[in-house]
């Protein structure tokens, strides 16, 4: 069995999600506590600027900074891409630090490199 795509338009991508850090640590305190055996958990950082550099990078929310599980080359891609600037990071949360999975940056969609 094989699917076929009958047509296919141009995806246009909407807006990026404008939560604020305290809505989103409190859905992921929710989302743990109906199901405290899943690791991971989706986090938005609605307001992030990267901070760090060589193995120890994070991002500043403007309330404290969060660890990040990233390798040097992503990094460094994420940080030419956002210029210092303050955008939105998605990513996968495991109690200690942040993996971040996408940003929306004023160029377009960040992702990381092992996902390109």
């Given at each position: 069995?094989?699917?076929?795509?009958?047509?296919?338009?141009?995806?246009?991508?909407?807006?990026?999600?404008?939560?604020?850090?305290?809505?989103?640590?409190?859905?992921?305190?929710?989302?743990?506590?109906?199901?405290?055996?899943?690791?991971?958990?989706?986090?938005?950082?609605?307001?992030?600027?990267?901070?760090?550099?060589?193995?120890?990078?994070?991002?500043?929310?403007?309330?404290?900074?969060?660890?990040?599980?990233?390798?040097?080359?992503?990094?460094?891609?994420?940080?030419?891409?956002?210029?210092?600037?303050?955008?939105?990071?998605?990513?996968?949360?495991?109690?200690?630090?942040?993996?971040?999975?996408?940003?929306?940056?004023?160029?377009?969609?960040?992702?990381h490199a092992s996902f390109a």
């Amino acid at each position: 069995m094989r699917a076929l795509v009958a047509a296919q338009e141009d995806v246009v991508p909407g807006p990026w999600p404008s939560g604020e850090a305290t809505a989103e640590w409190q859905g992921m305190a929710q989302r743990w506590s109906c199901n405290p055996w899943q690791r991971l958990q989706p986090l938005l950082v609605p307001h992030a600027a990267l901070a760090g550099g060589q193995d120890d990078w994070r991002v500043d929310t403007g309330t404290g900074q969060l660890p990040l599980r990233i390798g040097a080359e992503s990094a460094w891609l994420l940080a030419a891409q956002t210029g210092g600037h303050v955008v939105p990071v998605f990513g996968e949360w495991d109690g200690m630090r942040l993996t971040p999975l996408t940003a929306w940056t004023r160029d377009g969609l960040w992702t990381h490199a092992s996902f390109a």
